[in-house]
């Protein structure tokens, strides 16, 4: 639906924003501060992974559902930052953080079919883990959408923090409860 006379989003897309966020940060957390420190021959590993890979599918299956949302609901006029070449920039970042997603969870399902990790994770089969996931470019390439993710989300929160605190627009209503 095309933007229209709202003032904030509609509520299913305001707790699919922050439930996301909430487990995008968990996730990018745990991989970055206890997986990629944990050593593949750690028993603990297999129970982290299992949370990781679900929390990951889940997150997936949840974008796709925002993003239906997002496109099938009215909303609020594009934010101004007062700035037009940053205006134009915020609606190819908010697409490139569905992208990122997409290829997170594509790069960690393909992990984790290259390794196996169905049978030692979800099965278990007690399978040990390969010595070292950075044999498959899959993983390789998690790690640096973990990254690329990471950064988008600190520049969004900054964002928000902008037009919180310098601008003072009330972007934080239009993604929280309320009436529309």
């Given amino acids: 639906m095309q933007t229209s006379l709202v003032s904030r989003f509609h509520p299913l897309l305001v707790i699919l924003h922050w439930l996301v966020a909430v487990l995008i940060v968990a996730m990018l957390g745990i991989g ?9 021959t750690d028993p603990d590993k297999i129970d982290i992974l299992r ?7 889940s997150i997936l299956a949840l974008m796709v559902i925002r993003f239906i949302v997002r496109t099938c609901t009215r909303k609020p006029a594009d934010a101004t930052t007062g700035y037009p070449a940053l205006d134009r920039i915020a609606p190819v970042t908010h697409y490139a953080f ?3 997603v997409l290829l997170m969870a594509g790069s960690g399902l393909a992990t984790a079919i290259l390794a196996g990790l169905n049978r030692s994770v979800f099965q278990g089969t007690g399978e040990p883990l390969p010595p070292s996931f950075d044999a498959y470019p899959s993983f390789v ?11 988008f989300v600190i520049l969004h929160v900054v964002a928000a923090l902008y037009h919180h605190f310098v601008r003072m627009d009330g972007l934080f209503r239009r993604m929280w409860f309320g009436r529309r």
Avoid at 32 to 40: G, S, Y
Avoid at 141 to 151: E, I, K, N, S
């Fill in 32 to 40: 970055f501060f206890k997986l990629e420190a944990m050593p593949n």
């Fill in 51 to 57: 949370i990781h890979m679900a929390v990951g599918m």
């Fill in 141 to 151: 390439a998690h790690g640096y959408f973990a990254l690329l993710l990471a950064g």
């Fill in 98 to 100: 569905y992208m990122l």
